[in-house]
């Protein structure tokens, strides 16, 4: 990231985000979880949210980057809300 931030001279700019920690891992321990190798459910969940997010890209090039931040913020805060009404 300091890399772009550098070549851009800007450090704020439209970026897609996606989350790839879970509640369980602490700040310390970011750095192992994202080097170690994803399989089975982890990795299924990475290549959904991989596959959202190039959507995402491509929405916010068709749409702008605020219309199409919006649309898919409002689609994680459904599915949130819907899988704390499964527990």
């Known amino acids: 990231m300091e890399s772009i931030i550098s070549d851009l001279g800007v450090r704020e700019f439209p970026r897609i985000r996606l989350g790839i920690s879970p509640d369980d891992v602490t700040r310390d321990e970011h750095v192992d979880y994202l080097l170690t190798p994803l399989s089975g459910e982890k990795l299924t969940l990475f290549e959904e949210a991989a596959?959202?997010?190039?959507?995402?890209?491509?929405?916010?090039?068709?749409?702008?980057?605020?219309?199409?931040?919006?649309?898919?913020?409002?689609?994680?805060?459904?599915k949130a809300r819907g899988d704390k009404d499964r527990d």
């Not at 995402?56 to 980057?65: I, W």
């Open 51 to 78: 596959e959202l997010g190039g959507e995402a890209a491509l929405d916010a090039v068709a749409m702008g980057f605020a219309r199409a931040m919006n649309s898919y913020n409002r689609l994680a805060r459904e």
